[in-house]
């Protein structure tokens, strides 16, 4: 205990020794986040990563995050893989600007799903603008043109090359700046595709190819769907019949940053919000949200894959992907998932 506590009062006087710590992986504040043969850990691999998508191919766990620096530095994307969830594999550089020659800047919030063997990779780029917001700067291009883009491979681990040679979308539709998707395969097959930011939410469908969406039944491309609080960051998942729509909230540069859920019968809602799954825990970290959710295959267990921010905190792109358990109680409705320095148990696919 003697120790613990001057390893707190160390971390506190200098903060850049709790970050070479923390990257390091070893035994951290209160002694809770060290890896071990049968714990993840948190976080679960070296570096600032974030707005992480966990999916499961075969018999491995991936985790697709945005390397989170400066958005002129944000320029590649890199792979995680794992076969029991505590040791993980990194593939370098699967995507980057010289592949996509439209990307200037920005490339951020993978999402990626298999279809006809192969693997697509939807991401945003450029963060893009449009005139009329503070952001926007008429005398510089380099957020002027930009949006959501997709790059496909043959494997999960890429090297993933531009699908479409140009953004996927670039227009602002209801007002939702073009980042942040998702695509949800549902039980018929159609393929959902959720995306927005700036407190808006648009939902689409793909065509067959991936190369752009199914009118709805009015004509329009995309049906705003925004429930009450959401920011940014809509993910899906369905279990037990129930579609579980979840956003992130706050902000994501501070500690207001969190994840929230709403509950339906179908993917298209509607989704009204229920309350609260993750958020910050000043005993641990702050910052907590733009999640994804993980099903262990062949079981009801849940796992939450999402960043957060250590404390203490240097910089706003300081953000580290980490793994805790997601429950659920016997109505269907989210337990508040705790977040923890020691992550998940082991869990190899098909083991019981």
Do not use: C
């Given at each position: 205990m003697a120790k613990i506590k001057f390893l707190m009062m160390i971390c506190k006087l200098f903060p850049?020794?709790?970050?070479?710590?923390?990257?390091?992986?070893?035994?951290?504040?209160?002694?809770?986040?060290?890896?071990?043969?049968?714990?993840s850990g948190n976080p679960i691999f070296e570096g600032w990563y974030a707005d992480p998508e966990g999916a499961v191919f075969g018999d491995e766990y991936w985790i697709y995050p945005t390397f989170s620096d400066d958005y002129d530095k944000q320029l590649h994307f890199d792979a995680f893989s794992s076969q029991d969830?505590?040791?993980?594999?990194?593939?370098?550089?699967?995507?980057?600007?010289?592949?996509?020659?439209?990307?200037?800047?920005?490339?951020?919030?993978?999402?990626?799903?298999?279809?006809?063997?192969?693997?697509?990779?939807?991401?945003?780029?450029?963060?893009?603008?449009?005139?009329g917001r503070s952001s926007y700067d008429p005398n510089n291009d380099i957020n002027h043109y930009g949006g959501i883009g997709v790059a496909v491979a043959d494997t999960p681990g890429g090297p993933f090359e531009d699908y479409l040679g140009e953004p996927l979308i670039s227009d602002f539709y209801n007002d939702a700046q073009p980042i942040d998707q998702f695509v949800f395969k549902d039980v018929d097959g159609t393929h959902y595709f959720f995306y927005g930011g700036w407190s808006h939410c648009n939902l689409g469908r793909l065509n067959d190819d991936f190369t752009g969406f199914v009118p709805w039944e009015d004509g329009s491309i995309?049906?705003?769907?925004?429930?009450?609080?959401?920011?940014?960051?809509?993910?899906?998942?369905?279990?037990?019949?129930?579609?579980?729509?979840m956003w992130s909230e706050g902000n994501w540069t501070d500690g207001s940053y969190r994840v929230v859920y709403a509950m339906a019968d179908k993917a298209t809602g509607p989704y009204k919000r229920i309350g609260t799954v993750l958020e910050s825990d000043e005993s641990v970290a702050t910052g907590a949200g733009h999640h994804?959710?993980?099903?262990?295959?062949?079981?009801?267990?849940?796992?939450?894959?999402?960043?957060?921010?250590?404390?203490?905190?240097?910089?706003?792109?300081?953000?580290v992907t980490c793994l805790d358990n997601m429950e659920f109680n016997k109505d269907g409705t989210i337990k508040p998932v705790k977040i923890t320095f020691g992550g998940v148990e082991k869990r190899t696919i098909g083991s019981k």
């Open positions: 850049r020794f709790f970050s070479v710590l923390l990257l390091l992986g070893g035994t951290l504040v209160n002694g809770q986040n060290e890896k071990s043969g049968q714990m969830l505590i040791e993980w594999k990194k593939h370098e550089n699967i995507l980057d600007t010289t592949k996509i020659k439209w990307l200037r800047q920005a490339l951020w919030a993978p999402s990626i799903i298999e279809k006809d063997k192969k693997y697509y990779l939807f991401f945003g780029a450029n963060d893009i603008q449009r005139p995309f049906k705003e769907i925004t429930p009450e609080g959401y920011v940014e960051g809509p993910f899906m998942f369905l279990r037990r019949d129930i579609y579980y729509f994804s959710v993980i099903n262990v295959p062949g079981t009801d267990e849940w796992i939450m894959v999402y960043h957060r921010r250590p404390i203490p905190n240097e910089d706003r792109d300081h953000r």
